[in-house]
C-alpha cells in the first residue's frame, strides 16, 4: 500500500491542526470510530510501505506520530503504540527525527533563490560600505506593480519578504511598501501597533514610525498610502509576526487580503514622527478566519528550521571572530608557527597586531592578548 508525499502532508496537517488540539482538551473521546478507523489504516500503511527521509521533510508525518506518543498524550492507546514503534523504526533507520529538517534552499523549497549576501557600495570608485542585503535569483516583481490581489489567496504564507519578492507579490525584496502611481501596490505591517476598532468589523488602526518600516531608496514611504485614500485605491496587506497586533502570523509573512485606507494621521511627539492609518477590510475576498488557521503546523516547522539555521549562523560567526581563533590563524599564516613564548618577541608580536583588529586602549589590548593566549 503505497502513499505519496502529498497525501502524507495532508494527513498530518489534519492530525495536528485539528486533531491535536481536540484530544488535548477532551481526550480520545473527540475521535469518532471513522476517524479512529482511519488514523488506524494511515498508521497501518506506514508500517507496511517504504518511506525515506526527503518524503518526512516534506510531509512532516513524523511530527504527527512524535505529537501522538508524546509524553501526558491523551490519543487512544491503540493509536498511541502503533505511533511508538514507527517512529522507532524511523529513528533506527533515519536517525533522531529531532534532527530532520526540512531543505529549504533546494529546488521547491521555501528559500529556494534566496540568499543573503554582501553588496558593496561604490563611490568615487572606491568601495565604501558593505551592506547584508537578500539577493534573489529570479523574481517577478514586474507582475507586483499591479493594483488587486493578482493571483494570490488569503491566507498565503512566506518565510522572509524576499520570498513573497520572488514569487511577485512585493515589488523589492528589502522594502515594505511596493510603491506606485496611484499609492501603495502592496505593504508589510512588520512593525508598529495595530488595534481592532470594533471586533470582528474588518477596521484596525496601524500606528508606526519611519523606522517601523523598510523603504526603498527611491521610495515615498508610509507618505504613499496616503495617496490610496485620495485615489481610493486597495492595498495588499501582509503582516509581520513582529508585528504587535493579535492578527500578527505566530512566525514569518502572511497575505491578509486587500484593505482600503479610510482615515490617517500625523503626529510628532519628542521629534519622532508618528503615522496612523485605518483600514477597512475588503468584503469580497474570504474572510479572516482563512488568514488566521496560517501558517500551518508544517509551515510553522519550516519557519523554526531557518531560524535554527540563522542562530547556527551566528554561533559560527562569533567563534569564528573570537580573539583566539584570530590569533591562532594569524600565527599559522605566517611563515613559521610560533610557540607562545615566541609571541612575546616584539617583531613578532608587531606582526599579529597588523594582521589583527585592535582592541581600543593600553588596557584592553592586554587584556584581549591574555585572554587570545590562554586558549592556545
Not at 511508538?84 to 523549497?109: P, S, V
Not at 568601495?127 to 488569503?154: C, H, M, Q
Not at 511596493?178 to 470582528?200: K, L, P, Y
Request: some cysteine; proline content about 2%.
Amino acid at each position: 500500500m503505497a502513499v505519496t508525499t502529498a497525501e502524507l502532508q495532508a494527513r498530518s496537517r489534519y492530525i495536528r491542526d485539528t486533531l491535536s488540539p481536540l484530544v488535548a482538551s477532551t481526550g480520545g473521546i473527540a475521535l469518532s470510530r471513522g476517524t479512529f478507523a482511519s488514523l488506524l489504516l494511515l498508521l497501518t500503511k506506514l508500517d507496511d510501505c517504504s518511506v525515506d527521509v526527503d518524503m518526512l521533510r516534506v510531509s512532516r508525518i513524523d511530527k504527527a506520530l512524535l505529537d501522538i506518543c508524546s509524553l501526558g498524550s491523551r490519543w487512544p492507546d491503540a493509536l498511541v503504540d502503533e505511533a511508538k514503534r514507527i517512529t522507532e523504526k524511523w529513528e533506527i533507520e533515519f536517525g533522531k527525527l529531532g534532527d530532520i529538517r526540512a531543505a529549504l534552499w533546494e529546488k521547491g523549497g521555501r528559500m529556494a533563490g534566496c540568499w543573503r549576501g554582501e553588496v558593496g557600495e561604490w563611490r568615487d570608485m572606491q568601495l565604501r560600505t558593505v551592506k547584508k542585503k537578500w539577493i534573489v535569483d529570479a523574481s517577478n516583481k514586474e507582475a507586483a506593480r499591479y493594483y488587486g490581489p493578482l493571483n494570490f489567496e488569503v491566507g498565503d504564507w512566506w518565510i522572509k519578504s524576499a520570498c513573497a519578492y520572488r514569487d511577485g507579490m512585493l515589488d523589492d525584496a528589502e522594502s515594505h511598501i511596493s510603491i506606485g502611481e496611484q499609492g501603495a501596490h502592496a505593504i508589510v505591517m512588520a512593525r508598529g501597533v495595530e488595534t481592532e476598532m470594533e471586533t470582528n468589523s474588518g477596521t484596525t488602526r496601524w500606528r508606526c514610525t519611519n523606522n517601523d518600516v523598510k523603504l526603498a531608496s527611491n521610495g515615498r514611504g508610509v507618505l504613499a498610502l496616503m495617496g490610496n485614500m485620495r485615489t481610493r485605491t486597495e492595498v495588499r496587506v501582509l503582516r509581520y509576526w513582529k508585528l504587535n497586533s493579535k492578527l500578527a502570523p505566530r512566525a514569518g509573512l502572511r497575505f491578509d487580503g486587500m484593505y482600503s485606507i479610510v482615515a490617517h494621521g500625523v503626529k510628532i511627539c519628542k521629534g519622532i514622527t508618528f503615522f496612523t492609518f485605518q483600514l477597512q477590510r475588503s468584503a469580497n475576498q474570504p474572510g479572516m478566519e482563512k488568514a488566521l488557521t496560517h501558517p500551518r503546523s508544517d509551515e510553522h516547522d519550516d519557519w523554526l528550521d531557518y531560524m535554527k539555521y540563522k542562530e547556527e549562523r551566528k554561533v559560527a560567526k562569533r567563534s569564528s571572530n573570537s580573539p583566539s581563533v584570530l590569533l591562532l590563524n594569524a600565527i599559522k599564516d605566517m611563515d613559521g608557527i610560533y610557540e607562545s613564548s615566541d609571541i612575546e618577541d616584539k617583531e613578532n608580536w608587531e606582526a599579529l597586531k597588523a594582521r589583527l583588529p585592535r582592541p581600543s586602549g593600553r588596557r584592553g589590548l592586554r587584556r584581549w592578548k591574555r585572554e587570545a593566549l590562554s586558549d592556545l
